[in-house]
């Protein structure tokens, strides 16, 4: 079945009544409001209004929609702008009841319905037309003088059309013959276009009608002219008081007052609206910009001052007044981060904006996210000027988050920055040399924002791959949150490496005891039938053996299940990763050759080889599984990477030994080592390893070409191309060697990581994920908890034992007191943590570090001090002693 807001598009569209009641029935309140994208633009409303669908219409009024939203196409048109442009007296009628708003502008022209209404008027379709003027002018709120941004009323529109109803309609409600537009006068138009009518008007039934003073508001504020701004608020303030604040929250096409003088940067306006007292955060329903986004979008910093002032004093600041968002779901922050507007522009400053925000950051969201999943930190980090991260990141911005592309904000931070960053979050109290100094190490940057359970090393698995950034995995910051972190999660580890280690064992002493003598009848038998007669069966196990063997396989397949249980859970979580792993390849194949070897009846020739590879691959399995130990890490880090280079450099010069070969094939055929061009290629590679055997070559049957080939293959394959491998290798080494450190961290970070991928993610989201099944159900991590099925409960149960922040590093900090003897640390209570005294060095080398800079700046502010303060004595003594000649200036 379709999703409910397709369900609500298309019943809408296809005027479906029954089918459009039964969407609602599950679909939220905001659907109904939802700007449909690009290629409807718009509401539910505003295609019910187009499709001329009264009966729909009432049916989305009744559950709640609103009848006053512009939609996003280019005129910005409320539902009754639409009525009245397809001149339908029942859809007018129909909205007004509920509350549409008749004196919106739309977004292009300024224009009302009453505007709309005659520009679209049509002599085929007067009657409609002519009833839709009467719904509306029955409106007792409706303004009709009006004036578009070409300073055109209604009535002027009329007159040049020639609507002779409207025309009289107008001016029996009020409307003013006095307005002019450009050179022409109503009147004018009125006498040359229906010539007759005004002698028709008896003016004694005209109504009288008020001042418009919201227009006029905004025609001064447009104008900038503050002296009549204040007079017109005067004159509200006399004879308008009670309705003052509708007036000054009167919609004038995209803007109130107080949105199009933030917008514009109007400092003198705002202070005045804001006394006058309007909303703060007033937002314009298409858009949702409000005051404080208008003014963070333009860099306005006095307006921002202004704003945040009056909503301290008017105490909304904790209704969340700072964290409104647009259409597009960004905040205030956001808009400031993006610095849109050119800085040199007079009275933009974002850098005080974001200081202003920052210093109420109690009332923001720091780590808001827009509709691509996007925080402020994704957008600072895209500039050059990263000074905004470095605020961002010291009030608490989390580097951990993920946009809707999948990207960290920390791929983009300067490695510089995000040390000076990482240094800030090291603060100590008390006297270097007191015994109660302490230090106390901030991880605010790296706990993730939200209550759910996530893993926690996205973004150290980031600085581990990068190699600008992968020296910071030495920081203390970084450093002591590993440890940490792996003291938490290590005992799953061992857990896997005792159960792999004892199925090794079983497995070995399985294939050892019952195929580790050949017996040479059964492969004679083999050999000469070329069938499955031997098996692994009884035929190669005494009867005094087969208890043994029953009780190794049943061994055997308890961890051989294990494995499995691993393997598929590991492959659900991300079945991407996990087939791009060579590793994850190597433990299906031992998985798979195990389950042949212990139950499958197999020729006995093809269940040596299976069992001999499988003894290798087992073997070779155990020692990756220790590499990922830190402390072993270094030596498996130079195995592979020493492989993968000669695998590289020989694959490149392998044709060079073929070529050998075939050249050795060709003249030496007459040994039996060369027989065959297999056999041949087998030796070459032998002898290119050193194992030459010279006075074995049958060499003197073509002297001159195997005599200079041999010399060739010596000198550029055992010479040449060993001593290069050599030294490739001899290269590697080293430089593992001098990042020794570097690969310890890097291989705690994704064996941290790795365990996390595993508890961490709800396989049922991750398969689904961007389907409909996340649309409609509450696709969460704590809804996996909720889940009755028993192996995710315990997976889930074991994830959430690996994090720290939500257990343990609840404050999102740790102490330690480096000079004292015992308890020199304090991390949490539910654990017994412990630190090395590195670490502790190395944070202490940090606060002293950081006190040199401090010592440093404070020598050179006095030296300064002490240059002014010569200058001034200077420039004293040379007035009491009158020599201060001044020079007229020519």
């Not at 191309?721 to 990042?739: F, H, R």
């Amino acid at each position: 079945s379709r999703i409910p807001r397709e369900e609500l598009l298309l019943s809408v569209k296809s005027n479906d009544e029954p089918r459009l009641l039964h969407a609602l029935q599950h679909s939220g309140h905001e659907d109904l409001n939802l700007i449909f994208k690009h290629p409807d633009s718009c509401t539910l409303l505003h295609i019910a209004t187009l499709n001329n669908s009264p009966s729909i219409a009432k049916i989305l009024l009744d559950n709640g929609a609103s009848p006053n939203i512009r939609d996003l196409r280019g005129k910005k048109f409320s539902p009754l702008h639409y009525a009245a442009q397809i001149g339908s007296p029942e859809m007018v009628r129909i909205l007004l009841e509920n509350g549409a708003d008749v004196n919106m502008k739309e977004g292009e022209f300024g224009r009302t319905c009453l505007h709309i209404l005659t520009s679209k008027w049509k002599r085929t379709a007067e009657d409609n037309f002519n009833r839709s003027l009467d719904e509306l002018l029955k409106t007792k709120k409706i303004k009709i003088d009006r004036q578009d941004n070409s300073n055109a009323t209604p009535l002027f529109l009329a007159a040049q059309k020639g609507w002779e109803y409207m025309v009289k309609a107008l001016i029996y409600k009020g409307a003013s013959l006095e307005t002019s537009v450009g050179l022409k006068n109503v009147k004018e138009v009125i006498d040359k276009k229906l010539p007759g009518v005004l002698e028709t008007i008896n003016y004694n039934e005209i109504e009288k009608i008020q001042r418009c003073y919201g227009d006029d508001l905004y025609e001064a504020l447009k104008e900038e002219n503050i002296d009549l701004f204040k007079d017109i608020l005067n004159e509200i303030n006399e004879k308008e008081k009670e309705s003052k604040k509708l007036i000054l929250e009167e919609d004038h096409g995209e803007y109130t007052l107080l949105n199009y003088a933030c917008d514009h940067g109007l400092q003198d306006f705002v202070d005045i609206l804001l006394r006058e007292g309007s909303d703060p955060t007033r937002a314009d329903k298409t858009t949702l910009l409000c005051p404080i986004l208008y003014a963070a979008k333009n860099g306005c910093y006095k307006v921002m001052e202004s704003l945040t002032e009056n909503m301290k004093k008017i105490g909304i600041l904790k209704q969340g007044a700072l964290k409104a968002v647009d259409r597009k779901r960004e905040t205030a922050l956001h808009k400031v981060v993006k610095r849109e507007q050119p800085i040199h522009n007079e009275g933009v400053d974002y850098l005080r904006c974001l200081q202003i925000l920052l210093n109420l950051k109690g009332y923001i969201n720091i780590d808001a996210q827009d509709d691509y999943n996007s925080t402020p930190l994704h957008y600072a980090v895209l500039c050059d000027d990263q000074s905004f991260v470095r605020y961002l990141l010291i009030n608490g911005a989390h580097l951990g988050i993920k946009n809707k592309f999948g990207t960290l904000a920390i791929t983009r931070i300067q490695p510089s920055v995000l040390e000076e960053v990482l240094n800030d979050c090291v603060k100590f109290k008390n006297n270097i040399t007191d015994r109660d100094f302490e230090i106390i190490l901030h991880y605010s940057m790296l706990a993730p924002t939200s209550p759910d359970y996530k893993p926690e090393t996205d973004c150290l698995k980031f600085l581990s791959g990068s190699r600008p950034h992968r020296h910071l995995l030495r920081h203390p910051i970084i450093d002591t949150f590993l440890f940490l972190k792996w003291q938490r999660i290590r005992h799953y580890y061992f857990i896997n490496l005792l159960a792999y280690s004892i199925f090794l064992a079983l497995l070995t002493t399985y294939i050892l005891l019952f195929f580790g003598t050949i017996n040479k009848t059964l492969l004679q038998t083999d050999v000469a039938t070329g069938t499955a007669n031997a098996t692994n069966s009884d035929s190669i196990v005494f009867p005094s053996e087969s208890t043994l063997k029953l009780i190794l396989q049943i061994l055997i397949l308890v961890f051989w299940i294990f494995g499995v249980m691993r393997e598929m859970t590991q492959f659900i979580v991300s079945w991407k990763t996990y087939v791009r792993s060579l590793e994850n390849w190597l433990e299906v194949s031992i998985l798979v050759m195990t389950l042949l070897v212990l139950f499958f009846p197999i020729p006995y020739i093809s269940l040596q080889g299976i069992s001999a590879w499988l003894i290798l691959s087992s073997w070779v399995e155990l020692v990756l599984i220790l590499g990922r130990h830190p402390l072993f890490a270094v030596y498996i880090t130079m195995f592979t990477t020493v492989t993968f280079n000669f695998l590289k450099f020989i694959l490149m010069f392998s044709f060079v030994i073929i070529a050998f070969s075939l050249s050795f094939y060709l003249v030496f055929q007459i040994d039996d080592n060369f027989v065959t061009y297999p056999k041949t290629l087998l030796k070459t590679i032998a002898m290119s390893t050193g194992e030459i055997e010279y006075t074995e070559l049958p060499l003197s049957d073509f002297p001159i070409s195997s005599h200079l080939l041999f010399v060739i293959f010596v000198f550029l394959i055992v010479l040449v191309l060993m001593n290069l491998l050599n030294g490739l290798a001899v290269s590697d080494i080293q430089l593992i060697q001098q990042e020794a450190e570097i690969v310890s961290y890097r291989s705690r970070v994704e064996l941290i990581s790795y365990i996390e991928s595993v508890f961490l993610v709800n396989p049922y989201n991750k398969q689904y994920n961007g389907g409909r099944l996340c649309e409609l159900d509450n696709c969460c991590f704590r809804a996996c908890i909720r889940s009755s099925n028993p192996a995710l409960r315990l997976l889930n149960y074991l994830g959430r034992r690996t994090l720290m922040f939500c257990n343990c590093l609840r404050e999102h900090r740790i102490t330690m007191f480096p000079n004292r003897g015992k308890d020199r640390w304090h991390v949490c209570s539910c654990h017994s943590f412990q630190l090395e005294e590195s670490q502790i060095e190395a944070a202490k080398s940090v606060v002293l570090a950081e006190e040199g800079r401090v010592a440093d700046r404070l020598a050179g502010l006095e030296s300064r001090v002490d240059s002014v303060i010569s200058a001034i004595r200077t420039l004293s003594d040379l007035i009491q002693k009158k020599e201060i000649k001044v020079n007229p200036i020519e």
